[in-house]
């Protein structure tokens, strides 16, 4: 399922690591985390004009178009004011501005909301989140953004197609196969419903994946506890292991296809916010599109498992 391939680089080893069903590549070096860059972590206070606090997101955000938001538990959802999809949405997840530790009601509730949101639209969905703007957050209040498109992103697609033609040439559904392969293969972390893995070939730090067993956006529904215990066990796990900020996505096929495709939740660690502003994605991640991993995903859930 993978091609794992080491070299001796002088100063420790690098792996380069292939995904068959996609061709996603990545490399790791273990030596780098020595470097020791990003475990500063320091954040702005609240400047008091944030728009998703309890007392400003009913007058600053926008309305769906029958003129509601979507409530449930303290999470709100509405339509994103600077869409990038042709449904955009976003939904606080609490009241508080900053949270200690995440509730599993506060997740699933916020999940919930994001399902409700975009299953109107019908098209490739996903739930995506930035914490912390080191991770791409703008605004500082935890939210998810859900998106959904007539055609699916660009790694969606990877998958989409790439479990498509592996059910077409083996008969047997990708991650079905995958589950099997990772029982044994020393990346399995935990959950039973929803097995959560270290993903072999990383696309971010101590990337974990969460297998649904499910396909498309409406089936999440009876699953968001579940995804919610989850998440925010692999965020304690993160935030022990330093890492404050993170993106996680949920990505889903659309209502009506059947490519052989099941849903996944990914969630990457991402440097801590920093006054250098000193980044974790540099031309290796952005042009070369082939990142850089300093944790070697078997070290890594070796070190959950222990925990
Ligand atoms: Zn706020």
Redesign the pocket.
Known sequence: MFDIEQIDAGRGIVQYRREHLTGLRCRISPERIKRGIGQYYSLAP?SGE?P??PDRVREETPVFEDGTRIEIGESITFPNLYPFAECHTVTVISRD?DVERFSVRQLSDALLGQIESLKRHGGYASINWNYLPSAGAS???PHLQGISDRSPSTLAECYLAGSYRYRARRGTIYQDDLLAHEMDAGRYLFGDEIPWIASAVPLGEREVRGLLPIRILEEAESYTDCIAEGMREIIEIFRDTGSMAFNASIFFEKPGCDSGFRAFCSLIARINPNPWSTSDSAFMERLQLEPVILTLPEAFAAYCRRR
């Open positions: 609240p944030c998703f606090c501005h605004i500082a209040h």
